[in-house]
């Protein structure tokens, strides 16, 4: 595989090429004096100001500074990453790029990542052939006409469809079990969950593998180089989730790409401005009215790297969210990451549009060139929206109003990196509530010494009875082979009434007898004495959602066990939102300890759920008998075994209540039912 380019070569190809014609072949130079110039290809002019010396071999603008030798013209103007620029320079003077030596572990990891951007090449291709030829094509073209997209922005962008069925991908490209190996690792393939529904058996020769996106209009995700590394899913029809995202892989992390990014910078040779939306219609509906250089985040909230990612490449931000309270909150967010990027000459502008609209929407009614001027007129800037937005429901006319704002703005404002910005926007908060910035400086202090004492302050480890000599239920049966009876536990709700509550627990492992399909995968009998234990009644002190942040906190290890948490992030439980939040930063963090996260949550994501992540880590984890036998040992509770019960209990409960939901449309279609949906109601009823 390909190393780092040695450093001499690049400084002898400099040598060798000659910028001139370089340039020239580009645009059309003209001499002047000992140097050549030319109207600069980086931004509009009218009078030459773009200079070319042939003695220095380097570029240089005037107007608007641009400035670099061969390699770097080749990199702004034909829009290439650095070592294809040097590939195109060197093949111009038929010259070889040697490469340096990888070590073995290097090279196994990008034969790996070569491996995955074919793979998910591929599958774009196979996507958009599908669009044109498959027989639902029809339906999934019709839908696209109606949200207003063109042939030519749906190519432009890439857009297919998955069509309906389980394996229509995998029959495509799994030529071997390694390919949907490699399939399941690109995210493009599910390995099945035992057929049974969890007992351990699965059913002689069937396939391990079905196709994560099925009967969805499909959009490429590629990342700065134009390379395909992930897809996002829009369903037809009225399935779940609406919107499904690619889960994270070896190529892919959600939490540094952006959408159309690349698209972006393919259609401007300069990014005035980039304006962040919140979904992938919203990019391509607005390219579609001629507004190119719309983003979107995949999935999640608008993060630090989403926002250093950006600022790469323009100097300012527009983010456009909806007028609910969700779009509120997204904004917020998107604020408090991006205040740590606010160097001086960077700007930061605000769109919340009405209620009920979001830009895919309003662009079609009021038009491209409208919208511009919605965010020139009504964006607004970042200093503007911030005290506003911090001081509702504030009356700032009252001495307590006023310390109530300094002590919620200050310690955003300390995030503000050192410069000229930092110090207007402590001038502008002084105006505001009156105080010295010396008044200022000490409420930061003494927030960050609150904020410091409790992430320092020691997390007690859960407190567990400890029975050594408890036995299995049956002392007849194995502790191992024990499962304890009785249903698990309804999905609690929120508040104190669930304090002593008392269920059973199904153990997570499989049964003695699981039946291992595929050929050299471990027997019931060498997997003996390495199942998960019995488990034993004992209670929650937290419901089922809190526990799982709670555990999350004490083993943040744990994260990497979600492949996707869109299910999470779409609930409108907000405990399970937070989850969802913590699952995305300790994967892209996941060196963090509990302190580390707790002082990063502080900083980025406000007071309140910082507190209700420091209540949670310190609170007692489980009560009652909790101790599990393994090997004829006793210790004490697994992290993942109990993080698995809990996704489960949600799970079961999500299941109960859809089918409490059928029993009762069931129930009102009264003597309208037919045979069949009256035997459903009578399997119900027992029940």
Avoid at 111 to 128: H, I, V
Avoid at 540 to 560: K, N, V
Avoid at 614 to 621: D, G, W, Y
Wanted: net charge negative; proline share 6%.
């Amino acid at each position: 595989m390909a190393g780092k380019i040695p450093q001499y070569f690049i400084d002898d190809l400099l040598a060798r090429a000659d910028i001139v014609p370089v340039v020239d072949s580009r645009v059309k130079l003209r001499k002047t004096g000992k140097n050549y110039s030319a109207c600069c290809p980086f931004h509009d002019e009218k009078t030459p100001s773009f200079t070319v010396s042939p003695d220095k071999q380097f570029y240089y603008c005037f107007g608007c500074g641009a400035s670099g030798n061969a390699v770097g013209f080749l990199m702004e103007y034909d829009r290439l990453p650095f070592p294809e620029a040097v590939e195109k320079l060197a093949a111009s003077l038929s010259l070889e790029v040697p490469r340096e030596q990888l070590a073995p572990g290097q090279v196994k990891r990008q034969q790996e990542s070569q491996s995955l951007y074919q793979l998910t090449e591929q599958a774009a291709e196979y996507y958009r052939a599908q669009l044109k030829d498959h027989k639902v094509a029809a339906r999934a073209i019709t839908y696209l006409k109606n949200r207003g997209l063109s042939g030519a922005i749906a190519k432009e962008f890439g857009i297919g469809l998955a069509p309906p069925g389980w394996d229509n991908l995998l029959n495509q490209l799994a030529t071997s079990a390694e390919k949907a190996d490699q399939l399941e690792r690109a995210g493009l393939a599910i390995r099945r969950q035992d057929s049974d529904g969890g007992q351990g058996k699965q059913e002689p020769g069937r396939r391990h593998h079905y196709d994560r996106f099925r009967n969805r209009i499909m959009f490429p995700i590629r990342d700065q180089r134009g390379r395909t590394i992930a897809f996002g899913g829009r369903v037809l029809g009225d399935d779940k989730p609406k919107y499904l995202n690619s889960p994270e892989t070896p190529i892919f992390h959600k939490g540094r790409e952006l959408y159309g990014l690349w698209e972006a910078r393919q259609a401007n040779r300069e990014l005035k401005r980039l304006i962040v939306v919140e979904g992938y219609m919203d990019v391509v509906a607005l390219a579609q009215h001629d507004i190119r250089c719309a983003v979107a985040t995949l999935g999640t909230a608008c993060g630090e790297d989403h926002i250093q990612l950006a600022f790469r490449h323009t100097q300012e931000l527009v983010f456009c969210f909806d007028g609910d309270q969700a779009g509120r909150t997204a904004a917020r967010r998107a604020l408090e990451a991006a205040l740590p990027q606010m160097q001086d000459g960077r700007s930061l502008r605000f769109l919340l549009l009405p209620e009920g609209e979001d830009p895919d929407t309003l662009v079609r009614q009021i038009g491209g060139e409208r919208f511009d001027q919605l965010i020139d007129e009504q964006g607004r800037p970042l200093e503007d929206f911030m005290f506003d937005l911090l001081g509702e429901g504030i009356n700032v006319q009252t001495m307590d109003g006023r310390a109530r704002l300094s002590k919620a703005a200050a310690p955003l404002l300390d995030l503000l990196p050192a410069g000229v910005y930092r110090q207007l926007m402590f001038q502008q908060l002084a105006r505001r509530t009156g105080l010295e910035q010396d008044m200022l400086e000490e409420i930061i202090a003494a927030e960050k010494a609150r904020t410091a004492k409790l992430a320092q302050q020691p997390v007690q480890p859960p407190q567990l009875h400890k029975q050594p000599h408890e036995r299995s239920a049956r002392s007849d049966v194995p502790a191992e082979q024990h499962q304890p009876t009785g249903a698990p536990p309804p999905m609690p709700g929120a508040g104190d009434e669930y304090e002593g509550y008392e269920g059973s627990y199904q153990d997570f492992a499989p049964p003695a007898d699981y039946d291992y399909p595929d050929e050299g995968q471990p027997t019931a009998e060498s997997e003996r004495s390495h199942q998960a234990p019995t488990r034993r009644s004992g209670q929650y002190r937290l419901p089922a959602e809190r526990m799982l942040i709670a555990l999350l906190l004490h083993h943040p290890q744990l994260a990497q066990l979600i492949d996707d948490d869109t299910r999470f992030r779409n609930s409108a439980d907000a405990d399970l939102q937070l989850f969802a939040e913590l699952v995305e930063v300790l994967k892209t963090r996941p060196e963090y300890n509990l302190n580390q996260l707790l002082g990063h949550w502080r900083a980025h994501h406000g007071a309140d759920s910082f507190d209700t992540l420091a209540k949670l880590a310190n609170s007692q984890l489980v009560t009652g008998a909790r101790m599990l036998a393994i090997n004829g040992q006793y210790q004490e509770y697994d992290p993942q075994t109990e993080f698995c019960d809990c996704l489960r209990s949600l799970d079961q409960a999500t299941e109960k209540l859809r089918k409490r939901e059928l029993l009762n449309q069931l129930r009102s279609a009264g003597n309208q039912l037919g045979e069949e949906q009256l035997a459903l109601l009578a399997q119900f009823r027992r029940k």
